[in-house]
């Protein structure tokens, strides 16, 4: 059965771009070994993350992020049975993406385009990218 979790949490510090790639390359080669999708926004030590897989291996994976030290005030937003993948291509969505990448990404993320665009009744039909798009406009940074 797919499963998901959506959680927010905070880094020990501001991560530099070497932090966010080392941590990335290390969850995007886990994650695809495991069968695990999801996307990670980070802004100024602020972290939310959509987990979607198979269930055990969805709900591990969460637990190992709750004990890791490098995170505080995890907090889960998000924990159910899902019908499909919200992001589906993405063995964890955050790095530099191809052109192909950062246009599915636009297309399920259209407020990442036009920040004031209301929300759409997509986003009512998927818990998951509403959570995600309330993240992304309350931690907005230029």
Same mark, same amino acid.
């Given at each position: 059965?797919?499963?998901? !979790?959506?959680? *927010?949490?905070?880094s020990?510090?501001?991560?530099?771009?070497?932090?966010?790639?080392?941590?990335l $390359?290390?969850?995007?080669?886990?994650? /695809?070994?495991?069968? !695990?999708? =999801?996307?990670?926004?980070?802004?100024?030590?602020?972290?939310?993350?959509? *987990?979607?897989?198979?269930?055990? /291996? @969805?709900?591990?994976?969460?637990? @190992? !992020?709750?004990q890791?030290?490098?995170?505080?005030?995890? !907090?889960? *937003?998000? =924990? $159910?049975? +899902? #019908?499909?993948?919200?992001?589906?291509?993405?063995?964890?969505?955050y &790095?530099?993406?191809s052109? /192909? #990448?950062?246009?599915?990404? &636009?297309?399920?993320?259209?407020?990442? $385009?036009?920040f004031?665009? %209301? %929300?759409?009744?997509t &986003?009512?039909?998927? %818990? +998951?990218?509403?959570? @995600?798009? @309330?993240?992304? &406009?309350?931690?907005? /940074?230029?």
């Amino acid at each position: 059965m797919e499963y998901c !979790i959506v959680y *927010l949490s905070s880094s020990q510090g501001i991560l530099s771009t070497n932090d966010l790639t080392r941590i990335l $390359d290390h969850s995007q080669r886990n994650n /695809r070994a495991l069968g !695990i999708t =999801g996307i990670l926004l980070y802004f100024n030590g602020c972290i939310i993350q959509v *987990l979607e897989g198979p269930e055990e /291996r @969805v709900k591990a994976l969460y637990e @190992v !992020i709750r004990q890791d030290p490098q995170h505080t005030q995890v !907090i889960k *937003l998000y =924990g $159910d049975s +899902i #019908e499909q993948r919200s992001f589906s291509d993405w063995s964890m969505g955050y &790095k530099t993406l191809s052109a /192909r #990448e950062l246009d599915h990404l &636009k297309h399920e993320l259209s407020f990442i $385009d036009d920040f004031f665009l %209301p %929300p759409s009744k997509t &986003k009512e039909s998927n %818990p +998951i990218l509403a959570l @995600v798009e @309330v993240f992304y &406009k309350t931690n907005y /940074r230029n």
